[in-house]
Nanobody, 126 residues
Protein backbone atom coordinates (compact mmCIF):
# COMPACT_ATOMS: atom_id res chain seq x y z
CA UNK A 1 0.00 0.00 0.00
CA UNK A 2 1.35 3.40 -1.00
CA UNK A 3 1.59 5.83 1.88
CA UNK A 4 2.82 9.38 2.18
CA UNK A 5 2.78 10.80 5.68
CA UNK A 6 3.52 14.46 6.31
CA UNK A 7 4.63 15.84 9.65
CA UNK A 8 6.18 18.95 11.11
CA UNK A 9 3.43 21.49 10.64
CA UNK A 10 2.39 23.87 13.36
CA UNK A 11 1.97 27.46 14.45
CA UNK A 12 4.87 29.85 14.03
CA UNK A 13 5.35 33.59 14.09
CA UNK A 14 6.19 35.51 10.95
CA UNK A 15 9.89 35.28 10.25
CA UNK A 16 10.14 31.89 11.88
CA UNK A 17 10.98 28.48 10.44
CA UNK A 18 9.43 25.05 10.14
CA UNK A 19 10.71 21.81 8.71
CA UNK A 20 8.18 19.49 7.11
CA UNK A 21 8.79 15.80 6.50
CA UNK A 22 7.18 13.40 4.05
CA UNK A 23 7.75 9.73 4.81
CA UNK A 24 7.04 7.46 1.85
CA UNK A 25 6.37 3.75 1.70
CA UNK A 26 4.83 1.16 -0.59
CA UNK A 27 6.62 2.12 -3.82
CA UNK A 28 10.11 2.31 -5.27
CA UNK A 29 11.22 5.67 -3.97
CA UNK A 30 13.94 6.28 -6.57
CA UNK A 31 11.44 5.94 -9.43
CA UNK A 32 9.47 8.97 -8.37
CA UNK A 33 9.51 12.70 -7.97
CA UNK A 34 8.18 14.04 -4.71
CA UNK A 35 6.43 17.37 -4.68
CA UNK A 36 5.23 19.72 -1.99
CA UNK A 37 1.98 21.55 -2.55
CA UNK A 38 -0.14 23.81 -0.39
CA UNK A 39 -3.74 24.85 -0.20
CA UNK A 40 -5.01 27.89 1.66
CA UNK A 41 -8.69 28.26 2.58
CA UNK A 42 -10.75 29.19 -0.45
CA UNK A 43 -7.84 28.81 -2.85
CA UNK A 44 -6.70 26.16 -5.28
CA UNK A 45 -3.95 23.78 -4.39
CA UNK A 46 -0.64 25.17 -5.64
CA UNK A 47 2.75 23.68 -6.33
CA UNK A 48 5.60 24.69 -4.00
CA UNK A 49 8.62 22.55 -4.81
CA UNK A 50 9.59 19.19 -6.33
CA UNK A 51 12.59 16.92 -6.25
CA UNK A 52 13.72 13.98 -8.35
CA UNK A 53 14.62 11.31 -5.84
CA UNK A 54 17.01 9.55 -8.21
CA UNK A 55 19.40 12.45 -8.79
CA UNK A 56 18.33 15.15 -6.36
CA UNK A 57 17.51 17.77 -8.96
CA UNK A 58 14.91 20.10 -7.52
CA UNK A 59 12.60 22.83 -8.71
CA UNK A 60 11.10 25.66 -6.68
CA UNK A 61 8.10 27.83 -7.31
CA UNK A 62 8.35 31.60 -7.13
CA UNK A 63 6.46 31.64 -3.84
CA UNK A 64 9.11 29.67 -1.97
CA UNK A 65 12.27 30.52 -3.88
CA UNK A 66 15.04 31.68 -1.58
CA UNK A 67 13.08 30.76 1.53
CA UNK A 68 12.12 27.09 1.11
CA UNK A 69 14.54 24.23 0.53
CA UNK A 70 13.53 20.75 -0.56
CA UNK A 71 15.77 17.77 0.08
CA UNK A 72 15.56 14.00 0.21
CA UNK A 73 17.05 11.17 2.24
CA UNK A 74 16.85 8.00 0.19
CA UNK A 75 17.98 5.87 3.14
CA UNK A 76 14.90 6.98 5.04
CA UNK A 77 12.51 7.28 2.04
CA UNK A 78 11.80 10.78 3.27
CA UNK A 79 11.61 14.19 1.63
CA UNK A 80 11.90 17.39 3.62
CA UNK A 81 10.80 20.97 3.11
CA UNK A 82 12.73 23.47 5.17
CA UNK A 83 10.79 26.70 5.34
CA UNK A 84 12.49 29.87 6.56
CA UNK A 85 11.41 33.49 6.80
CA UNK A 86 7.79 32.40 6.92
CA UNK A 87 5.06 34.91 6.09
CA UNK A 88 1.38 34.94 7.04
CA UNK A 89 0.55 34.24 3.38
CA UNK A 90 2.37 30.92 3.71
CA UNK A 91 -0.48 29.72 5.93
CA UNK A 92 -2.01 26.63 4.32
CA UNK A 93 -2.33 22.89 4.50
CA UNK A 94 0.87 21.47 3.04
CA UNK A 95 0.73 18.20 1.12
CA UNK A 96 3.40 15.97 -0.28
CA UNK A 97 2.74 13.89 -3.36
CA UNK A 98 4.52 11.35 -5.54
CA UNK A 99 4.69 11.20 -9.31
CA UNK A 100 6.27 8.47 -11.39
CA UNK A 101 9.24 9.74 -13.37
CA UNK A 102 9.10 9.40 -17.14
CA UNK A 103 12.51 10.23 -18.56
CA UNK A 104 13.86 13.66 -17.69
CA UNK A 105 10.50 15.34 -17.14
CA UNK A 106 9.70 16.49 -13.60
CA UNK A 107 6.00 16.96 -12.89
CA UNK A 108 5.06 20.33 -11.44
CA UNK A 109 1.27 20.25 -11.73
CA UNK A 110 -1.23 18.91 -9.23
CA UNK A 111 -2.88 16.63 -11.79
CA UNK A 112 0.43 14.97 -12.64
CA UNK A 113 0.87 13.48 -9.19
CA UNK A 114 -0.36 9.98 -8.46
CA UNK A 115 -0.27 9.66 -4.69
CA UNK A 116 -0.99 12.18 -1.95
CA UNK A 117 -0.51 12.48 1.77
CA UNK A 118 -3.16 13.68 4.18
CA UNK A 119 -1.58 17.10 4.67
CA UNK A 120 -0.17 19.04 7.59
CA UNK A 121 -1.35 22.46 8.72
CA UNK A 122 1.08 25.36 8.73
CA UNK A 123 -0.12 28.57 10.35
CA UNK A 124 2.01 31.71 10.36
CA UNK A 125 0.88 34.48 12.68
CA UNK A 126 1.67 38.14 12.04
Amino acid sequence: EVQLVESGGGLVQAGGSLSLSCAASGFTFDDYAIGWFRQAPGKEREWVSSIRVDDGHFYDSHSGKGRFTISSDTAKNTVYLQMNSLKPEDTAVYYCAAAYLWGDYVPLKVREYDYWGQGTQVTVSS
